[in-house]
């Protein structure tokens, strides 16, 4: 059967060159890094060429690199290590409504700590303006994180603006380059950025390791402590392979990114000239002039989105939605909310993010899918009814709304 | 994640549609929730000989909605005011934890419809009072003594 993996935001395949990096450290070199002894030598050499690699790639020096399990822990550790070593100078942080969760929920711990938290608004297209976050720091502010792309809507930031706004105000800027690395060129030293979080998964890479690129001098407080490992900052002993295959895909990426670009960019562009030509009442969202290569959001009206989720994937189609219904928490997308859209269009979202490996063929299969797919779901759909019947489908009677009742289950789980 | 039966009915759903001037229609949830359900039901002889409905949701709510209308079509209007939520998750082989609020509310929906239809009709007719809750004729007391038995009132 035909299909294509458009989901590479929630994994990606590994690169073969990755795969033959980690299989040493799976086997006979199970050695410890810190070890003196030689069952350590190879591990040792593995993570500084590792280190080296994955520095390389984002223009940046070994030393600036610090390896975590996930994107997710380095957000973490940027966020939580950078505030509470700056707690003397003040407890403000500016972040951009559309962070992923693992930089706004340890900003709740944050404020739990008496931390307070200034979220900048983005505009209908998912941009944080600099004039927007220069407005919103204030005198205690004490660190700025605002990504460099988004993962659901593609939108691009100005880091290079947002980030010199912040140096204005001497405040460590911190972004989250998930979405970014591997897809466009990113050169830390010319963003100006004082920390920029990545997994090895943006390149092809492992799970299991990601990177904290920290500038000299960034102090930041450890989140896991116990053990000397990454220069203090992170304890534990490294998962080497993981390392390793990430240096290797980080090699890669830096050689083939332009490729793979170009690649991207061209399906992508297919997906936006065909798509409106096979189906009616359909919205992209996000940036279309600053949009990271290969993304395509797009609200479907008056289908659910786990309901195409599971329909593309009966035609070998995977996809993602930030429909409340789709996701674990129940929620609708917190990104597509505060870009403007309402509930009841956040519901119909659907999101591809197509990978190096992706082809004209899957493009096809996915524009030939899609329609017949939204039109079997429509057909079931009262909101389509009343459209039909000239009625307007978003009418909502009074009481129509049950963000608490959501909140609620989602504590049940 | 769901059932195989869930994916059975969500692939092939039961009854999907509109009943042309319905003797109930009940309608629960809204967009912004992400589920809605509405449901049609043609009633002669206190039996609901056609379901219909019309579900805007997940694959959970789609499969619900189909399930409930299988069950119920042909039952009279007391054994369809009996059907449950929980039932309906039973016969589809179970519901994923966090789908069994939000998306298994076709029963609701379905005796919202009845209950619709009950509504409609006039306290006394050429048949005298009837049951509220399951059409049956009666006499002096205005509940049928099954539905008093249940505890209805």
């Known amino acids: 059967m035909a299909y294509a993996y458009f989901d590479h935001a929630a994994a990606a395949p590994l690169l073969p060159e990755a ?3 980690m299989l040493p450290f799976l086997g006979e070199e199970f ?66 409504a559309i962070e992923h969760v693992s930089v706004l929920e340890p900003l709740k711990s944050l404020g739990v700590e008496g931390f307070d938290i200034t979220e900048v608004p983005v505009d209908a297209d998912g941009t944080v303006h600099p004039d927007k976050l220069a407005a919103a720091i204030k005198t205690d502010t004490i660190l700025v994180s605002v990504m460099h792309a988004n993962y659901e809507v593609g939108t691009i930031q100005k880091v290079k603006e947002l980030a010199a706004v912040a140096r204005r105000f001497r405040i460590p800027f911190h972004s989250d380059g998930t979405a970014a690395v591997g897809r466009i060129p990113v050169d830390v030293v010319g963003l100006d950025v004082d920390a920029y979080s ?21 102090r930041i407080s450890s989140l896991i402590e116990g053990g000397f490992q990454e220069k203090n900052r992170r304890a534990g002993t490294e998962n080497v392979a993981a390392i390793a295959g990430f240096g290797a895909a980080a090699a890669v990426a830096k050689a083939k990114l332009p490729e793979w670009s170009a ?45 195409m989720l599971l329909s593309l994937d009966d035609e070998g189609i995977a996809a993602a939605s930030g429909s409340s219904c789709s996701a674990k928490t129940l929620k609708a997308s917190h990104v597509l909310l505060a870009m403007g859209l309402p509930h009841t269009k956040a519901q119909s979202s659907l999101v591809l993010t197509l990978g190096k490996d992706s082809t004209d063929e899957d493009v096809t299969h996915f524009l030939d899918k899609l329609p017949p797919i939204t039109q079997r779901l429509r057909q079931m759909s009262p909101l389509y009814a009343r459209l039909q019947k000239g009625e307007d489908p978003y009418a909502l009677k009074p009481g129509d709304e049950c963000a608490d009742e959501h909140e609620h289950e989602a504590d049940e789980l | 994640m769901y059932s195989e039966k869930v994916m059975e009915h969500f692939r092939n759903p039961r009854n999907v549609g509109e009943i042309e001037n319905a003797d109930g229609v009940g309608e629960i949830g809204n967009p912004v929730c992400g589920d809605m359900m509405t449901f049609y039901v043609t009633i002669r002889d206190g039996i609901l000989t056609d379901v219909k409905f019309k579900t805007f949701g997940c694959g959970a709510a789609i499969a619900v909605s189909s399930m409930v209308s299988e069950m119920a079509k042909g039952k009279t209007i007391e054994e369809a005011m009996k059907i449950t939520n929980a039932d309906v998750a039973k016969e589809l082989g179970g519901l994923p934890p ?8 076709g029963a609701d929906a379905l005796h919202k419809a009845i209950e619709n239809h009950l509504a409609k009709k006039p306290a006394t007719g050429e048949k005298g009072c009837r049951c509220p809750f399951c059409d049956t004729p009666v006499e002096g007391s205005s509940i049928c003594v099954p539905c008093k038995a249940q505890g209805k009132k």
Do not use: W
């Open chain 1, 263 to 307: 690649n991207l960019t061209k399906l992508a562009r297919r997906i936006f000239k065909e798509l409106p030509e096979k189906l009616e009442h359909i919205v992209f969202t996000g940036s279309m002039s600053s949009r990271i290569p290969g993304h395509v959001s797009v609200v479907v009206e008056f289908v659910e989105g786990e309901a």
């Open chain 1, 198 to 218: 990545f997994p090895a998964m943006s390149v092809y890479g492992p799970k299991g390791a990601a990177a904290l690129y920290l500038k000299r001098g960034t």
């Open chain 1, 19 to 21: 795969r033959e990096a």
């Open chain 2, 98 to 105: 966090n789908k069994l609020h939000c998306s298994n509310l």
């Open chain 1, 31 to 96: 050695g410890n890094p810190a070890s003196l002894h030689s069952f350590g030598d190879k591990p040792r050499a593995a993570l500084d060429g590792a280190r080296a690699q994955v520095a390389a790639l984002i223009n940046a020096q070994p030393d600036n690199i610090v390896f975590t399990a996930s994107a997710s822990e380095a957000n973490n550790l940027a966020i939580k290590g950078l505030a509470l070593s700056r707690k003397a100078k003040g407890r403000n942080i500016v972040v951009s």
